[in-house]
């Protein structure tokens, strides 16, 4: 992986020893990359795979977390979002024609990332859009992780009235030459962490949402705005493919799914009836949650935890060290 410095990583709160760097992956996207390797003895590399709109630095503290617990740690940039290259001319507009780009972006995150630079066993984290494009991935054969988180995983939208219009609707215009405008009514190009915290969907958290707020106001190019047709026309299709009560127990990559009780923005029922049919894995709803779970409430985050080091690395792997517990001294001397 190349490695250069971004001007806009912060050092006051990226945790030491990052290394930035850009791969690239099929139809010319450049893909930014962060990768940090633990010191001394490794658990293992988690992949962390954020969802729609996200970035790298939204991830600082999970990054720090991993860390602690003897991870390897890489987080990218999808394709249209963050730091890397944008599929449609404004930049504001995290535009794709179909989710299997995604999937060529997570190829790339392998090859040129992953193994070059970390650790096996390879895990992931996963969230949203990110949990919904690995959940495809390994429905089909294509997951090479060992096993995997997914946080309120795009199953399908929230509360959405004339599901079947929409998506009928969203097709309508794609075929018409439409695909790279903004969806009517979803904001346009104003990034949603530019809007107050008072009602927003995504954390109860102030000072968490305020982090996030401040990493777009400190570097607006890394924000977009509100999905193009050809971006929901592509998760509506995805969506779809999740409704076959067979999908999901097909999946034969070990999975846990952590849904979030108060999500208004993916459906929480949905998710709950996907994951009953997990091969293997688990399913856990943290009943305060809204819909970005590892940008909650402490008492939140810590249940989050609780799951995720009860299912990662694994029975059968060396068990990490927890965040403030000790190595054991060595047996020599």
Same mark, same amino acid.
């Given at each position: 992986?190349?490695?250069?410095?971004?001007r806009?990583?912060d050092?006051?709160?990226?945790?030491p020893?990052?290394?930035? !760097?850009r791969?690239?992956a099929?139809?010319?996207?450049v893909?930014?990359?962060a990768?940090?390797r633990?010191?001394?003895?490794?658990?293992?590399?988690?992949?962390?795979l954020?969802?729609?709109?996200?970035?790298?630095?939204?991830?600082?503290?999970?990054v720090?977390?991993?860390?602690?617990r003897?991870f390897?740690?890489?987080?990218?940039d999808?394709?249209?979002?963050g730091?890397?290259?944008r599929?449609a001319?404004?930049p504001?507009?995290g535009?794709?024609?179909? $989710?299997?780009? &995604?999937?060529?972006?997570l190829?790339?995150l392998?090859?040129?990332?992953?193994?070059?630079?970390?650790?096996?066993? &390879?895990?992931?984290l996963?969230?949203?859009?990110?949990?919904?494009?690995?959940?495809d991935?390994?429905?089909?054969?294509?997951?090479?992780?060992?096993?995997?988180?997914?946080?309120?995983?795009?199953? *399908?939208l929230c509360?959405?009235?004339?599901?079947?219009?929409?998506?009928?609707?969203?097709?309508s215009?794609?075929?018409?030459?439409l695909?790279?405008?903004?969806?009517?009514?979803?904001?346009?190009?104003?990034p949603?962490?530019?809007?107050?915290?008072a !009602?927003?969907?995504?954390?109860?958290?102030?000072?968490?949402y305020a982090?996030?707020a401040?990493?777009?106001?400190?570097t607006?190019?890394?924000?977009i705005g509100? +999905?193009?047709?050809?971006w929901? *026309?592509?998760?509506?299709?995805?969506m779809?493919?999740?409704e076959?009560?067979?999908?999901s127990?097909?999946?034969?990559?070990?999975?846990?799914?952590?849904?979030?009780?108060? *999500?208004?923005?993916? *459906?929480?029922?949905?998710i709950?009836a996907?994951?009953?049919?997990?091969?293997?894995g688990?399913?856990?709803?943290? +009943?305060?949650?809204?819909h970005?779970?590892?940008?909650?409430?402490?008492?939140?985050?810590?249940?989050?935890w609780?799951a995720f080091?009860? $299912?990662?690395?694994?029975?059968d792997?060396?068990?990490?060290r927890m965040? !403030?517990?000790?190595k054991? +001294?060595?047996?020599s001397g």
């Amino acid at each position: 992986m190349a490695i250069s410095v971004e001007r806009f990583e912060d050092p006051g709160l990226c945790p030491p020893g990052a290394r930035f !760097g850009r791969i690239r992956a099929g139809e010319g996207a450049v893909l930014r990359v962060a990768v940090w390797r633990a010191e001394g003895d490794c658990a293992g590399t988690v992949a962390v795979l954020p969802g729609r709109a996200e970035f790298i630095e939204k991830y600082y503290e999970v990054v720090a977390e991993l860390l602690a617990r003897d991870f390897d740690v890489a987080v990218m940039d999808w394709r249209g979002q963050g730091g890397s290259s944008r599929q449609a001319g404004n930049p504001a507009k995290g535009h794709v024609g179909h $989710f299997s780009a &995604y999937r060529a972006d997570l190829e790339a995150l392998r090859a040129q990332a992953l193994e070059p630079c970390l650790r096996k066993p &390879y895990y992931a984290l996963a969230h949203s859009m990110g949990g919904a494009i690995l959940l495809d991935a390994a429905h089909d054969g294509a997951c090479w992780f060992e096993r995997f988180v997914a946080t309120a995983p795009m199953i *399908d939208l929230c509360r959405l009235r004339y599901a079947r219009g929409l998506r009928e609707l969203a097709r309508s215009l794609c075929l018409s030459g439409l695909s790279t405008a903004f969806a009517p009514g979803a904001g346009g190009a104003k990034p949603y962490l530019r809007k107050p915290f008072a !009602g927003n969907l995504l954390t109860s958290d102030p000072a968490r949402y305020a982090r996030m707020a401040a990493c777009v106001a400190q570097t607006p190019e890394i924000a977009i705005g509100a +999905p193009t047709i050809g971006w929901v *026309d592509a998760a509506f299709q995805l969506m779809r493919r999740f409704e076959d009560p067979e999908f999901s127990a097909r999946i034969a990559t070990p999975a846990l799914i952590v849904a979030a009780g108060e *999500d208004r923005v993916v *459906d929480t029922p949905a998710i709950e009836a996907f994951a009953r049919r997990l091969k293997a894995g688990g399913f856990v709803t943290l +009943p305060h949650a809204r819909h970005e779970i590892l940008m909650e409430r402490d008492a939140v985050r810590s249940q989050f935890w609780a799951a995720f080091d009860a $299912f990662i690395p694994g029975p059968d792997a060396p068990r990490p060290r927890m965040e !403030g517990e000790r190595k054991a +001294p060595s047996d020599s001397g």
